[in-house]
């Protein structure tokens, strides 16, 4: 990877420094002298330091060995700074650059480095206050801002943010001190939504406040027992779905309150049995009684406070049930299907003994086919032709479509 260079003006300026620091001695005869130069002309800091230190330990009582030394580490120091900074390491970079300052004090390249660094620390810290002010965390504000003086003392920004912060934290004090107050005299006269409003509001404003804190949880105990309160009544009411609603906001009050959670749990099984009791309503009432005897099966035993809402239930539904037969086997009845109607009225009589008039219809059918297959058969015994269509018109009158009795009548009358 190609080294960066160090500014042209320093380069040049350094290299300045070290050919006036080698003219007045005899060191600038040395080969190593002139190759410290060469290496600090064309970047390569490392390898100048690295020269300059093997041609001081080579002259140790040459001032200009040191000389070389300090003005090569200047130089390597400043490079390694410029690569962090541009690297957004900027603390690394002002490191190097306050090394690089004690070593060359009177070096205007390297105390301009120093503070270009040290204004953008300072304006990175400035726009952390400025956001931290902005999400209101006051505390991460003030250190933000301190920070920012840290490498700026005389940054006015940074001295009037750090003013603005500590301002509106000694406000917000006073706030706290005034709602505290409030919220105890709203507790004490019984107000419990105004006194927690207070409360959370001196929470707000003075987070420390531990006195406010225990107030506050006070005051969401009492209001857990009236939500308890009202939950029971709508309990007792059968209205689960609404006392549910209550239990979870005294839960949510009161988190350590037996009675709240025991109750959401109870009546949140009641609500979802009562909701399956609707959902069966609405199945049977499109005639598909067989998915809403499935549903109030898992209601009822979902359920331990609506048994007889169930119950209920199961009978009205086993009349409509009935019911939609009986008329089904009426139909059957005056479509002279009376073997199927005898099927369908003796399927009702299993279930119940008596259900509108399917007992007199069953037997009165059963008649019939009795009655129908006793005249039958004495047609077909009959070899007299008009004997014959006497018993087949007998049928004809109560059931023409018994087997082929008009075809026979036809063939006889011919």
């Known amino acids: 990877m190609s080294q960066l260079r160090t500014p042209l003006a320093l380069t040049l300026a350094l290299v300045a420094l070290l050919g006036a620091g080698c003219a007045s001695t005899q060191a600038r005869e040395h080969a190593d ?9 064309h970047g390569r800091y490392v390898e100048a330091v690295q020269l300059a230190d093997e041609h001081r330990k080579r002259f140790p009582d040459d001032p200009q060995a ?10 390597l120091l400043l490079e390694r700074g410029r690569r962090a900074t541009f690297a957004s390491d900027d603390l690394s970079a ?22 270009k660094t040290r204004a953008k620390l300072a304006s990175s810290w400035l726009d952390k206050g400025l956001a931290a002010f902005a999400e209101d965390d006051l505390d991460a504000a003030a250190e933000a801002y301190l920070n920012a003086r840290h490498y700026l003392p005389d940054s006015q920004e940074a001295i009037q943010g750090y003013e603005d912060v500590m301002l509106l934290r000694n406000h917000r004090t006073a706030l ?22 207070n409360f959370s509001a001196t929470a707000k404003y003075q987070p420390d406040n531990e006195r406010a804190n225990e107030r506050g949880v006070e005051v969401d105990v009492q209001l857990a027992d009236q939500r308890l309160v009202v939950a029971r009544t709508l309990e007792a009411e059968g209205r689960f779905f609404a006392a549910m609603t209550e239990y979870r906001l005294a839960s949510l009050l009161d988190p350590n309150s037996a009675e709240a959670q025991a109750g959401m749990a109870r009546t949140g099984e009641e609500a979802q049995a009562r909701e399956l009791l609707k959902q069966a309503e609405m199945y049977a009432f499109r005639k598909e009684f067989g998915e809403a005897a499935a549903l109030l099966d898992r209601g009822a035993a979902m359920s331990s406070e609506q048994a007889d809402d169930f119950a209920a239930a199961r009978v009205e539904f086993q009349q409509a049930r009935l019911r939609d037969q009986y008329e089904h086997a009426l139909s059957l009845e005056h479509d002279q299907r009376f073997e199927d109607a005898i099927t369908a009225y003796a399927a009702i009589l299993d279930e119940v003994d008596y259900f509108e008039d399917a007992r007199t219809r069953l037997s009165t059918l059963e008649g019939y086919v009795e009655m129908a297959a006793s005249y039958y058969a004495r047609a077909e015994a009959e070899t007299d032709s008009a004997k014959k269509i006497e018993h087949l018109r007998a ?8 087997k082929d009795v008009r075809t026979k009548i036809a063939a006889l009358m011919q």
């Open 33 to 41: 002298a002139d190759a410290i130069q060469a290496a600090v002309r």
């Open 176 to 197: 706290g001190d005034a709602y505290y107050e409030q919220g105890v005299r709203s507790l004490a006269e019984y107000w419990l939504e105004r006194a927690r409003h």
């Open 66 to 75: 040191q000389e070389l030394h300090r003005l090569a580490s200047v130089a």
């Open 94 to 115: 002002l490191e190097d650059f306050r090394t690089a300052q004690e070593l060359a004090p009177e070096s205007h390249i390297v105390t301009g480095w120093v503070d």
């Open 395 to 402: 049928i004809e009158g109560f059931w023409p479509e018994y």
